[in-house]
């Protein structure tokens, strides 16, 4: 296929370099990643074969220019391969994985590359190297002899051998889940077996089973997590217990979708290249390469958290008991599928709040440009136009382009907002376009949410958790957006996975600020505010069941460095799993982890490995954070211009410690996270 007919291998001609998708066929990727693999090949030819010296100039340089064609059609076919996975994607996604492994490791291994990137880091201070380009060495030098690229010719076959078949297993273990999460939609007959959902809800369940093909009835389609949000609204018990049975079954059944022997060996083979690589585990040589720096650091902190949040969630749960126990005519041991239940009625008892009923409050459009949007032009001066003549990749996913406050143009923000059977579990942010001066690329980002889509003509009614997600996954949004540098290795959310939660976290702050709260919380058809008692309700209950979420996503966090300490892989998924959660106390079956070993996409099959306790250990920074803007006056330019400027501009460009260090004028204190989660 020559680069005429295929749109792959021609520069984009629309704004941003927007990929052309409306011309792409799935035919194209394949043809288009081989002919970018040879010519990414090709130009890393040409720095090693230079005859003198390495230099900066004539090694780093062309290091950071090549790979371009590679980077773009990498970008562009995995946002479709997450987002619209259909069953040619996801055939084109299985062959290319391990030829993607086998480039990758064609570069990172390289002698002579390696060779040439350990000399200029040998004789570093005697470069006069920008602090950006002498960080570049420092992380080149550092990533290459973290992958492998110091061991013999026979050890760097064998993790090559070791990658590959590991990028097979984890794209297996995405498409089981995929296909799983959809075979487990539960259908129910009847509206009166979801008795407690509102019109909105029961039109989007109805919407769900007619997509698939059911003549009648309601579809309860699952989110990637453990729960769900219809818990806390539905009646009748049953049906609480059949979304939440099926949602905990997912690759855990006999059959093709049978996630357990799949995840095993992915942790067997990722104990085998840490031995091969010199460590004691897969979390040791994932941390070695993070701000933790061990896993001991990440144990310190997760059984620090744990005893309390244990603690505080068993109060709740006798809370819950005696509530069931008061309330109900046959009483019943409260489950994990009546836990959410039995909180809002709690929550309604004590604060007088029911969140189901704030929905009307949470028009989704009016969410997106009044709260999220406005948000980021009063904090940052960037505004958004939405630009309907340019098509993404699906005709669910929205375009915007963004300005920056002197009316300049800074990229194009995506968004897919509505849940789809193609579209894998979750929320997430990728780049399609990554920024780099020394590439003149501007940034494209997509944000994937996971909404239910309701009948035509019924409004989007978001729930307060969604509201958080989508102010969440904005945060890494803007940071793909804001970091601005020079070469395309540190570009947008190029920085350590335990920080890059950070600025998604500190993103979510506005949501209950009341400049923001007062614009895009109005009901959907009156157009009345929140009230100011119901508001001030809303906020003290900001630790209220924190014991449950803190336990949930900690149980998981452990779950994740279990599996990646061991150094043979157990042959029982769920005796390991039980085992290691009573090791840390966390084993209260009315509180499962947020996600079971099956469907922990995180770390199975996304780039979390090892490394899902990235959250809480980011949630320290983001606490502090949260407290420095309080005590400078909250929602202004300034702060916003400090923090775009000290942390989201510098993207991984420089030590993101070093970082927070230059934003906060110190390290970060504990203390403001234990008072948010209910623990200190």
């Known amino acids: 296929m020559t680069d005429a007919v295929n749109p792959l291998l021609a520069p984009s001609e629309l704004p941003y370099a927007l990929p052309d998708y409306a011309a792409i066929e799935p035919e194209h990727y394949l043809p288009a990643f081989q002919e970018a693999f040879t010519r990414h090949l090709a ?28 980077e773009s059609v990498a970008h562009t076919f995995y946002t479709v391969s997450s987002a619209d996975a259909t069953a040619e994607i996801q055939a084109i996604d299985e062959e290319l994985a391990p030829l993607m492994a086998a480039h990758d490791d064609a570069i990172r291994l390289d002698a002579q590359l390696y060779w040439r990137v350990k000399t200029l880091h040998d004789q570093l201070d005697a470069l006069g190297l920008d602090p950006e380009s002498r960080y570049l060495v420092e992380r080149h030098f550092r990533e290459m002899t973290h992958a492998g690229a110091a061991l013999d010719a026979e050890a760097k076959e064998s993790l090559t051998a070791l990658n590959q078949r590991l990028s097979a297993l984890t794209t297996t273990f995405e498409k089981n889940l995929l296909a799983d999460t959809n075979d487990l939609a539960v259908l129910f007959e009847t509206a009166e077996e979801l008795d407690g959902l509102g019109s909105g809800e029961l039109s989007a ?15 309860i389609t699952l989110p990637l997590f453990t729960g769900h949000p219809y818990l806390a609204s539905l009646t009748v018990r049953e049906s609480r217990r059949r979304i939440l049975e099926a949602s905990r079954a997912r690759g855990a059944r006999d059959g093709a979708n049978d996630n357990r022997p799949v995840l095993t060996e992915i942790v067997a083979l990722r104990a085998e290249r840490a031995a091969l690589l010199g460590y004691e585990s897969h979390a040791a040589y994932i941390t070695a390469d993070e701000t933790a720096g061990t896993p001991e650091a990440v144990a310190d902190l997760l059984r620090r958290l744990a005893p309390a949040a244990a603690a ?9 008991q005696a509530i069931i126990d008061k309330t109900e005519t046959e009483p019943f041991p409260l489950e994990a599928h009546d836990w959410a239940f039995y909180t809002e009625k709690v929550r309604a008892a004590e604060y ?10 949470f028009e989704a459009e009016r969410v997106l440009r009044d709260g999220v949007f406005a948000a980021a032009t009063k904090l940052y001066g960037v505004t958004f136009t939405e630009r309907e003549d340019l098509l993404a990749y699906h005709p669910g996913a929205r375009v915007f382009e963004v300005f920056n406050p002197d009316s300049s143009a800074l990229g194009l923000f995506i968004l897919d907002l509505y849940t789809r059977d193609s579209k894998r579990g979750g929320a997430w942010m990728n780049p399609i376009v990554s920024q780099s001066a020394l590439r003149g690329t501007a940034p494209v980002v997509v944000n994937n949410l996971n909404v239910a889509r309701p009948g035509d003509g019924e409004p989007t009614l978001l729930t307060l958790d969604e509201v958080t997600t989508l102010f969440h996954e904005f945060g890494h949004a803007l940071h793909g957006l804001f970091a601005t540098v020079n070469y395309p290795h540190f570009a947008g959310t190029n920085v350590f996975r335990d920080f890059v939660e950070f600025p998604s976290q500190v993103n979510e702050m506005w949501i209950l600020w009341p400049e923001v709260l007062d614009e895009y919380a109005r009901h959907q058809e009156t157009g009345e505010s929140l009230d100011v008692a119901t508001l001030d309700r809303l906020r003290s209950t900001a630790t209220f069941n924190q014991g449950h979420a ?18 043979a892989a157990p042959d029982d998924v769920a005796a390991f799993e039980a085992s290691a959660l009573a090791e840390i106390g966390l084993d209260n079956p009315a509180v499962p982890p947020r996600y079971a070993s099956t469907y922990f996409a995180h770390v199975f099959s996304g780039g979390y490995s090892a490394g899902y306790y990235s959250y809480i250990w980011s949630e320290v920074l983001d606490a502090d954070t949260v407290e420095w803007f309080r005590e400078n006056g909250g929602l202004t330019r300034e702060n916003g211009d400090r923090f775009r400027a000290r942390l989201l501009g510098v993207g991984g460009s420089k030590d993101p410690l070093q970082a927070y260090r230059d934003f906060r004028g110190r390290d970060a204190r504990i203390a403001p996270l234990l008072a948010r989660r209910g623990l200190g």
């Open 205 to 219: 369940a109805a919407r769900a089973a007619r997509d698939r093909g059911h003549e009648s009835g309601y579809l």
């Open 550 to 567: 803190t336990s949930e996503y900690l149980a998981a966090a452990w779950l994740d460095q279990a599996w990646h300490r061991v150094t």
């Open 312 to 320: 505080n969630a068993r109060a709740e749960q006798r809370a819950l």
């Open 43 to 70: 130009e890393i030819q040409a720095i090693t074969r230079v005859r003198s010296m390495p230099t900066f100039e004539n090694t780093m340089i062309p290091l950071e220019q090549s790979g371009a064609l590679l």
């Open 352 to 361: 007088d709040i029911d969140t189901a009923a704030l929905r009307p409050w």
